[in-house]
C-alpha cells in the first residue's frame, strides 16, 4: 500500500491555515515580548550604572568636604584659642596701664614721672597692637564660620541628592524584578500555548502522511525510517513514497504563504545510518550516504515548490544514533531520515 494513501469516501476538515496563522501570531507575540524584555534589561541597566557613577561621585564629593568642614573646624579651634590669648594679653595690658596712671598721680620724683610715661606710651602702643590683631582673628573667625556654614549647606544637598538618587534605584530595581517576573509569567504561559499548538501541529502532519509505525513523533521533529524513501544503500527517492513527500510539499507551500516574511525559518532535512560501514565508489563512507539523503529530499521539495531559502540538508553519518544497540533493530531504528521546523 503506497504511504499516506487516503481512505476512500472519507471527508476531512482542512485545519492547517487556522494553525498556521495561530501559530505564527503566538511567534510573533513570543519574540515582540522577549525584544521588549531584553531592550527593558539594556535600557535599566545603563540606567543604573549612569546611578552607580552618580553615587560614587557625591560620596567621593561629600568625603572630601567632610575633610574640609573637619580642617576648617580645626582652624576654627585655633583662632578662638588665639583671640583667648590676646584676651588675656589685652586685660594684662590695660591692668599695667592702669597701675601705670596711678603711679602718675601718685608723688613720684621727675624721672620716675618720665619714665611711667614713656612706660605707658609703649604699653599703649603694645594695646594698639593687641587690638588690630584681636580684630584680625576676629574677622578671620566670623569668614570661617560663614565658610563652615556653606560646607555645612552643600554637604547636606549632596546628602539629599544621594537620598534621592538611592530611591531612584531601589525604586530602578524594583521596576526591573517586577517586569521580569511578569515577563516571565507572560513567556510561561506562551510555552503552553506554543506545546498545546505544537501538538496539535503534529496531529495534522501526522493525517497528512498517514498514520504508521515507522513515523514517529521524537521530541520536536518527526522521524521517518529511511526504508520508506530509500532502498539500502541508495540515495534515490522510491516512487511510492513520492506521494507522501508531494503532500509535504504541498502543506509547506501552503505555509509559506501563513507565515509572516519576517519570520526566519527553515525545515530541516537530517539524514542519519546505522553503524554499519560503507565504502563504494558513490558513498564512500556514512557521511556522503546521509547528505546524500537529506539533499535528495530536499532537492525534490524544492522541485515541487519548496522555498529553498526555508530548506537546509544535514547528513550526521552514524554519529547520532536514537538507540546504542548493536541489534538489527537498533540499527534500523537509527537508519532514519527526521524533519524538523526551526527558526533560521
Request: hydrophobic share 45%; proline share 3%.
Amino acid at each position: 500500500m503506497a504511504l499516506g494513501r487516503a481512505r476512500r469516501g472519507e471527508r476531512t476538515i482542512d485545519y492547517w491555515p487556522g494553525f498556521v496563522d495561530a501559530l505564527s501570531t503566538l511567534l510573533l507575540v513570543f519574540v515582540f515580548l522577549l525584544s521588549v524584555f531584553v531592550l527593558a534589561q539594556f535600557v535599566l541597566t545603563q540606567e543604573i550604572g549612569s546611578k552607580d557613577d552618580a553615587m560614587a561621585r557625591l560620596q567621593a564629593q561629600i568625603r572630601e568636604l567632610t575633610d574640609l568642614l573637619a580642617l576648617e573646624r580645626a582652624n576654627d579651634a585655633e583662632s578662638e584659642s588665639q583671640m583667648g590669648a590676646l584676651r588675656a594679653s589685652l586685660l594684662q595690658l590695660e591692668q599695667e596701664r592702669d597701675l601705670l596712671r596711678e603711679a602718675a598721680t601718685s608723688t613720684a620724683t621727675p624721672e620716675d614721672m618720665a619714665e611711667a610715661k614713656q612706660r605707658a606710651t609703649a604699653l599703649a602702643r603694645e594695646l594698639g597692637n593687641e587690638q588690630d590683631a584681636a580684630a584680625q582673628a576676629a574677622a578671620q573667625i566670623a569668614i570661617l564660620n560663614q565658610q563652615i556654614a556653606a560646607l555645612r549647606r552643600q554637604i547636606a544637598a549632596l546628602e539629599e541628592a544621594l537620598s534621592i538618587t538611592e530611591q531612584k534605584d531601589k525604586e530602578s530595581q524594583a521596576r526591573l524584578a517586577d517586569l521580569g517576573r511578569r515577563l516571565n509569567v507572560a513567556l510561561a504561559q506562551r510555552v503552553q500555548e506554543l506545546t498545546r499548538y505544537r501538538s496539535e501541529f503534529f496531529g495534522r502532519l501526522r493525517a497528512i502522511l498517514g498514520d504508521r509505525p515507522d513515523v514517529r513523533v521524537v521530541g520536536d521533529r518527526f522521524v521517518f525510517q529511511s526504508e520508506i524513501f530509500f532502498d539500502p544503500a541508495s540515495a534515490v527517492i522510491r516512487p511510492d513514497a513520492m506521494s507522501a513527500l508531494d503532500k509535504l510539499a504541498s502543506a509547506l507551500v501552503q505555509l509559506e504563504k501563513e507565515i509572516p516574511t519576517d519570520l526566519a525559518w527553515v525545515l530541516r532535512v537530517d539524514g542519519h545510518t546505522d553503524n554499519r560501514p560503507i565504502s563504494t565508489p558513490q558513498f564512500p563512507s556514512n557521511w556522503e550516504l546521509s547528505a546524500a539523503r537529506s539533499i535528495a529530499v530536499v532537492t525534490y521539495l524544492a522541485q515541487k515548490g519548496v522555498s529553498p531559502q526555508h530548506l537546509v540538508a544535514a547528513g550526521f553519518g552514524e554519529y547520532q544514533p536514537i538507540d546504542p544497540g548493536e541489534g538489527d533493530d537498533a540499527r534500523a531504528r537509527n537508519r532514519r531520515i527526521e524533519l524538523k521546523l526551526t527558526e533560521r
